[in-house]
């Protein structure tokens, strides 16, 4: 069996650890539904798809026409460094791709988007036209086919039930008790989804296998729960330019922002690579720029000056060749720098800035560039867990689930053995006012086992009612419910006197 390619995940003591990446793949696979032969989306032409869950832990395990494999995760590329390319071509977005000629002319099949040529069929920042970037969609990979949009793979946690792209990968299936694990896979009611498996509470019962009784009497898959990830309240933290999940109990890095990598194969210093402007890891991680060479949008460029002008395309911006089409530091221009984005990461394309990607637990709603990943989609009730998706009245969203609002009208939670009703937590078995359930009361009377008991000589008339005293009752003359006429007493159980 093939080696398996690991890297560092937190354990519950606080320590990384290995964790492979077969967990990763499988989950992914799991997550996105009928999609799960494409693992791989990234910024230009997207590699054809890589069918799960098999991986590589070198180039020994890869063969054509994708015969390298990646250094962040276990996929096999066509390329993962410039020197594997042909003459004259760079390994772009792990795909080996050339420079427009002087004339913007490009070989059949690819169109000029300066200063690389492109198959604006399958890339997705040049998806049916230059500059037509994919994305970003929540919690999910972008994938340019045949010209459009779509989403290529979840990440893991997730899920595309409504198999809208706009919206990306909706579904928390790792926490969402209507989608538990699977699209349509609904809980319980009383249940939790926690880590993709459904639970109850633990007061009373014991939880199942494998799952773990936390503090809050509820049982938790500490194995994949993010907020019990190896323990009851051990969740894990965020990490710079990345998203994070919980994998085997562990803490581990699911998906990196748009232009970021996880090159040195650490977690806790999350996505560290800047893949548009970090010369050791150019485009993709471990294509390291010449000696002489600076990276920019993602593309190895040399210096320049009055006798030395730039090639194939680039913008001479004081003595350092630059790409201005996806440059943020000079988008569109020398010296243009995209502003930074709120809670996301910004991108170039054409020229133009963009918001690249949004931070987990982050959203662009209103798709301004402006306000950037203007929600915060851990907690808004308007948009939980992705655009668009309200909770109902008496719910919050808590970690991008709908949730029934903890304790009682605001107050703290009820005891295992009281029921919330109107008048705050209530013992139905001894509450004189909720006697059996709530809004039930024992006037007059003694509640005991959840049932009203009267003292010797009444009787209990239920309700509001209570104990009456039959015999001089006039609302309960001789039975309860059966009221004296105008004009009558009640004495010895019947009606006296009157018209």
């Not at 199942?208 to 936390?214: F, Y």
């Amino acid at each position: 069996m093939m080696a398996e390619s690991t890297r560092a995940a937190r354990t519950s003591t606080g320590r990384w650890k290995p964790v492979g990446w077969t967990y990763f793949i499988a989950l992914i696979a799991v997550a996105c539904g009928a999609r799960t032969d494409v693992l791989f989306a990234g910024r230009g032409d997207a590699a054809p798809a890589v069918q799960a869950p098999t991986g590589c832990a070198s180039d020994a395990d890869c063969t054509a026409p994708r015969p390298h494999c990646r250094s962040d995760v276990p996929l096999c590329v066509e390329c993962t460094r410039n020197s594997q390319c042909p003459s004259g071509q760079i390994c772009d977005n792990y795909q080996c791709v050339g420079f427009c000629g002087p004339d913007g002319s490009c070989p059949p099949g690819q169109s000029c988007c300066a200063p690389l040529c492109v198959n604006e069929a399958t890339n997705t920042s040049n998806c049916g036209a230059c500059g037509q970037r994919c994305g970003p969609y929540d919690h999910a990979s972008p994938v340019c086919t045949g010209g459009s949009c779509a989403i290529g793979a979840c990440e893991p946690g997730y899920a595309d039930c409504d198999h809208l792209v706009a919206n990306g990968c909706e579904s928390h299936v790792a926490a969402d008790p209507a989608n538990c694990a699977a699209c349509g896979n609904a809980c319980a009611t009383g249940q939790t989804c926690t880590g993709g498996v459904c639970a109850g509470g633990c007061a009373d019962v014991a939880c199942a296998a494998a799952l773990t009784c936390c503090g809050d009497l509820v049982c938790k898959n500490t194995a994949s729960d993010l907020a019990n990830c190896g323990g009851c309240g051990k969740a894990c933290p965020s990490l710079p330019h990345a998203n994070v999940t919980c994998a085997a109990g562990a803490c581990a890095i699911g998906a990196c922002a748009f232009g970021y990598g996880n090159c040195n194969k650490a977690v806790a210093d999350g996505c560290e690579a800047s893949l548009a402007s970090d010369p050791a890891n150019c485009g993709v991680c471990a294509n390291a720029c010449a000696a002489d060479q600076s990276c920019s949008g993602g593309v190895c460029a040399g210096g320049c000056g009055p006798s030395s002008p730039c090639t194939n395309g680039f913008s001479c911006c004081g003595n350092a060749c630059k790409n201005t089409t996806s440059d943020t530091s000079n988008c569109g221009a020398c010296g243009a720098a995209c502003a930074s984005v709120a809670n996301g990461t910004a991108a170039c394309d054409a020229g133009v800035c963009k918001i690249g990607s949004c931070n987990g637990g982050f959203a662009d709603c209103d798709k301004s560039v402006a306000n950037g990943c203007e929600v915060n989609t851990n907690a808004d009730v308007a948009n939980c867990g992705v655009c668009g998706h309200a909770c109902m009245p008496g719910f919050s969203c808590a970690a991008g689930v709908c949730q029934a609002v903890a304790g009682c009208h605001g107050g703290p939670a009820c005891a295992p053995n009281q029921t919330c009703c109107a008048t705050g937590c209530s013992d139905a078995s001894s509450d004189p006012n909720n006697c059996g359930g709530c809004g039930k009361p024992c006037t007059g009377g003694i509640c005991q086992k959840g049932m009203c008991f009267c003292a010797p000589g009444k009787t209990y008339c239920g309700g509001a009612t209570g104990c009456q005293d039959l015999a001089n009752s006039n609302a309960n003359c001789g039975a309860c419910g059966n009221s004296c006429g105008q004009g009558e007493l009640c004495e010895g159980g019947m009606c006296q006197g009157g018209n």
